[in-house]
């Protein structure tokens, strides 16, 4: 069944919440209403504070989960697949660990930490090293990682991350420095070579980004 009615949601005990951080307010406002108590509501977003968010705002229980998947939308209502197709939920809890093992059994892998705040920090990283880059430039992943002046910006941009992260005292798991941060944005990089970043993506269809 498909709708684009919000009041859709009233019976549903499993909501998988993809909308862009930009929208995320407005549309938990909208759905508030219809959520049931027992719900819960996956933010699968880009983000540090999208969970936060939709907890304020609906009264609802709000699962982080950092995604690594590489998709464009060639056209309306066709998706592909590039690369990838991974999630991260946490706090472990018993809701966590039987979420990942719905989705395990769908096909799609999941990890639960206990550092999930970390990870969405770790994701945000590497978005801030690579997506402006290939906006700007209409660059994919894979050129950017073999560019010697792209990879000098991502050097000053993993640096800045990392100083906000130090002064928020959110601990990013495996990256502590300019070193292991570059590493972990040059493996998404290799990892998603043919991919143009969402930012990209947003700016070629006239999006607000």
């Not at 990870?119 to 992943?141: G, T």
Request: net charge neutral; hydrophobic share 45%; glycine share 6%.
């Amino acid at each position: 069944k498909a709708t684009v009615e919000m009041s859709g949601l009233r019976d549903c005990s499993l909501i998988l919440f993809s909308v862009k951080a930009n929208d995320t307010a407005e549309t938990a406002t909208q759905m508030a209403r219809f959520v049931r108590p027992d719900a819960t509501v996956v933010c699968l977003q880009n983000g540090v504070d999208n969970a936060d968010q939709v907890r304020t705002v609906a009264n609802v229980v709000a699962v982080p989960a950092v995604v690594y998947v590489a998709v464009s939308v060639p056209e309306s209502g066709r998706v592909k697949h590039l690369a990838r197709g991974d999630l991260i939920i946490g706090p472990p809890s018993e809701r966590t660990t039987h979420l990942a093992d719905l989705l395990f059994r769908a096909g799609i892998p999941c990890r639960v930490t206990d550092n999930i705040e970390g990870e969405l920090w770790l994701k945000l990283l590497r978005n801030c090293a690579l997506n402006a880059i290939s906006a700007l430039e209409h660059v994919r992943y894979g050129q950017i990682a073999q560019n010697d002046d792209a990879k000098r910006l991502m050097e000053q941009i993993v640096d800045e991350v990392l100083a906000v992260a130090r002064a928020t005292r959110v601990v990013l798991p495996g990256v502590g420095d300019r070193e292991s941060g570059m590493a972990a944005a040059m493996e998404l990089a290799k990892q998603m070579a043919n991919a143009f970043s969402s930012t990209a993506q947003d700016l070629n269809r006239g999006r607000p980004t």
